[in-house]
């Protein structure tokens, strides 16, 4: 396992990054309006999009993937959303508003195919072993245009850190609903949990959240050690102006 500080403060400084710009696109309002012309609400939209790359799957297949959200939650909102339509059909749906908010944002970001071949170079030494929802998306063909191209490797790279995460939790003894009730309280009722059902952390959870935290970064950092230090500097610098681009929420 990689103990590189240097390369952990990597990690720990393009994840937030990725992780905000990966998801940019979910709620605005042009992709809700193009889901409603699907037939699908903006719930049924993410979960049936984002999860769709797991194909004809189970509710408790996507629950498993997505982990943060309740069972009945995800239940609810994927058999609904397939009963529209395939969920590999709602996926290239997802696509299709994911790139257009690429082009709308990033088009004129420079340095876009190199940072596509950097990212590139890390996910090529990606093992996808227990990384469910990482190994649908990451399966998906890349978009030869390189400002979508940018952008769906930054889904990508969301997806293995988020997928890595869920292996390194249950690896410390959390189980999802109390990892969710430390990291994000403000959303555990929106992730579908009863109220009242985050009392129950303890501070052993809590040293146990951290101890997950570090090693998911562990995990994550074993893909960047890849690149020389000179190539993660021009990843996060083309990182850093994608992220300047996110329009204002």
């Given amino acids: 396992m990689p103990t590189n500080p240097e390369l952990l403060a990597f990690v720990e400084t393009t994840y937030p990054q990725i ?3 990966g998801g940019s696109y979910y709620f605005t309002p042009d992709t809700l309006r193009y889901g409603k012309e699907l037939g699908l609400n903006g719930l049924q939209f993410y979960f049936g999009g984002r999860g769709g790359v797991l194909g004809d799957a189970e509710a408790p297949v996507v629950e498993s993937a997505f982990a943060y959200f309740a069972p009945a939650m ?3 909102f994927w058999d609904s959303a397939t ?18 908010f690429a082009q709308a944002n990033f088009s004129a970001i420079p340095g876009l195919p190199r940072f596509n071949a950097l990212a590139e170079k890390v996910i090529a030494t990606i093992d996808i072993s227990g990384l469910a929802l990482y190994a649908g ?31 390194a939790i249950i690896a410390s003894g959390i189980t999802p609903r109390i ?17 009242g059902e985050d009392t129950s952390v303890t501070d052993d959870d809590r040293t146990a959240m951290k101890q997950a935290d570090a090693f998911t970064n562990v ?11 000179q190539e993660r500097t021009e990843f996060s610098t083309t ?7 996110l329009p204002a929420v």
């Avoid at 969920?87 to 257009?100: T, V």
């Avoid at 998306?137 to 988020?162: C, K, N, T």
């Avoid at 994000?184 to 579908?192: E, I, R, V």
């Fill in 179 to 195: 990892a969710d009730a430390i990291v994000s309280p403000h959303y555990f009722k929106t992730h579908g949990w009863s109220e």
């Fill in 83 to 100: 009963a529209v339509m395939p969920a590999r059909q709602i996926a290239k749906e997802h696509f299709i508003c994911a790139h257009a």
């Fill in 19 to 21: 992780n905000s710009v």
């Fill in 137 to 167: 998306l990451v399966s998906e063909p890349l978009p030869s245009d390189p400002v979508a191209r940018a952008y769906q490797l930054i889904m990508v790279l969301r997806e293995f850190r988020g997928s890595s995460h869920i292996v």
């Fill in 239 to 245: 990182l850093a102006l994608i992220t300047e681009a």
């Fill in 74 to 76: 995800v239940k609810k």
């Fill in 219 to 229: 995990l994550v950092a074993r893909a960047y050690e890849v690149l020389t230090p």
